[in-house]
């Protein structure tokens, strides 16, 4: 049999129920019939004048066409593949593929394809095509073989795979800047100390003075600096006690005002019957900063920025246990904004400390490490979404606690 016309499918032909059949056929219909209507794998048959005869239940079941929505590959074709580039290109990889067989003898040469269903969803597919020879003239097979779920599988596997291991490398940056920042505010405690001894020998209007409170100053900024990357490693100090977050960020909302400035619209947006959490009144409120001035940034001009608060469970399945949280039950703090949106590249990047794509003069590129750092060493995550052009969303889930005795 000559291949397909370019404007034709090749989906293929079997007797239906009832059907008059050939009788060179006869000898092999039962036991055909018997196996492709209990395989659970999609066929179809076609014959020689491009009609559908025969769809197999999977083949029903899995794309949700009836042999009456498809009794033709004309009806086959703009329905399976909608986008009229695409079409062509399957049109023509496939004849080729078909005349190749036809013409070497070799088997038909498998295709990835993806299968518009009836219900619009896309189905990545395995298909084949082969002529039943001469016991059903005309005829030709056509396998789909579905391999949707698997497809999404090995994606889902390769996303928690890369989240794992961008887990893992910022769990090792935090416990060596945790380790390197821990010695060095040793170390500036020390010049600290010895700088305000020594400025209270000097003469205060000296040029000496004068020195020394410089080097003050710059010892001071670089302990904000290392307690920063201490909260990164995990390694920050403080008094953790049960709170209300919608208390303790409602009580903040002042501050959190002044941070995104008179341009940007900063609402409030708090879950009733919050889930208390233990956390430093301090450390939740370096997250609510640097999550503000974060989406503050991400605004070019006028904007939103949104502070919420609502209950999670996580199980297995959820995005954010991918991101190295525990299934449970977590108190989360979300800042979305509508800013420019974060690109995919930069997004790998995002919690490691020091990396910015601010001017030198605008930022250290510690918020974000710190805001991440806070979270684990409470326990929790961070999680972010971003598309670009429309703005960023982070998630700060911190674990539900109960309430001191």
Same mark, same amino acid.
């Given at each position: ?171 090792? @940056? ?6 390197? /920042?821990? $010695?060095?505010?040793?170390?500036? %405690?020390?010049?600290?100390? =010895? *700088? +305000? ?89 370096? @997250? ?6 974060? /989406?503050? $940034?991400?605004?070019?001009?006028? %904007?939103?920025?949104?502070? =919420? *608060? +609502? ?95």
């Amino acid at each position: 049999m000559a291949p397909p016309s370019k404007t034709d499918t090749v989906l293929l032909r079997m007797p239906g129920v009832g059907e008059k059949r050939e009788e060179h056929a006869s000898a092999v219909d039962a036991p055909f019939r018997a196996v492709i209507e209990a395989s659970p794998i999609p066929f179809a048959l076609n014959d020689e004048h491009a009609n559908i005869t025969y769809l197999n239940p999977e083949f029903v079941r899995t794309f949700g066409y009836a042999r009456e929505d498809i009794p033709t590959l004309a009806d086959w074709w703009p329905r399976a593949y909608p986008d009229p580039a695409y079409r062509a290109w399957v049109i023509a990889e496939w004849n080729d593929r078909f005349e190749e067989a036809q013409r070497t003898g070799l088997p038909f040469a498998p295709m990835e394809l993806i299968v518009c269903g009836a219900d619009g969803s896309p189905h990545d597919v395995i298909a084949y095509a082969a002529s039943l020879g001469t016991a059903m003239s005309g005829t030709h097979l056509v396998v789909l073989y579905d391999i949707t779920k698997e497809r999404r599988l090995a994606e889902e596997q390769r996303r928690l795979q890369d989240h794992l291991s961008q887990a893992q490398r910022l769990e090792s @940056i935090g416990r060596l800047a945790g380790g390197i /920042a821990h $010695d060095f505010n040793n170390m500036l %405690g020390v010049i600290l100390g =010895r *700088t +305000e001894i020594a400025l209270k020998h000097v003469d205060p209007s000296g040029e000496l003075h004068a020195h020394l409170g410089e080097i003050r100053d710059a010892a001071r900024r670089s302990a904000e600096l290392t307690r920063q990357l201490l909260a990164y490693g995990g390694r920050q100090s403080g008094a953790p006690r049960v709170i209300d977050p919608n208390e303790a960020i409602e009580g903040s909302m002042h501050v959190l005002r002044l941070i995104v400035g008179e341009t940007v619209t900063l609402r409030w947006r708090p879950q009733d019957d919050i889930w208390l959490v233990k956390i430093d009144l301090v450390q939740l409120d370096q @997250i609510l900063t640097n999550l503000c001035a974060n /989406a503050r $940034d991400a605004i070019a001009d006028a %904007g939103e920025v949104t502070v =919420r *608060t +609502e209950n999670a469970t996580l199980s297995h399945g959820d995005f954010a246990v991918g991101e190295g949280l525990a299934p449970g039950e977590y108190m989360v703090i979300e800042v979305a904004d509508d800013g420019a949106g974060i690109q995919p590249d930069v997004l790998r990047h995002l919690f490691e400390p020091f990396f910015t794509t601010k001017q030198a003069d605008k930022g250290h590129g510690l918020g974000l490490s710190t805001v991440y750092g806070i979270a684990r060493q409470n326990d929790g995550g961070v999680s972010v979404a971003s598309t670009v052009g429309r703005g960023s969303v982070f998630r700060v889930y911190l674990p539900r606690a109960v309430p001191d005795r």
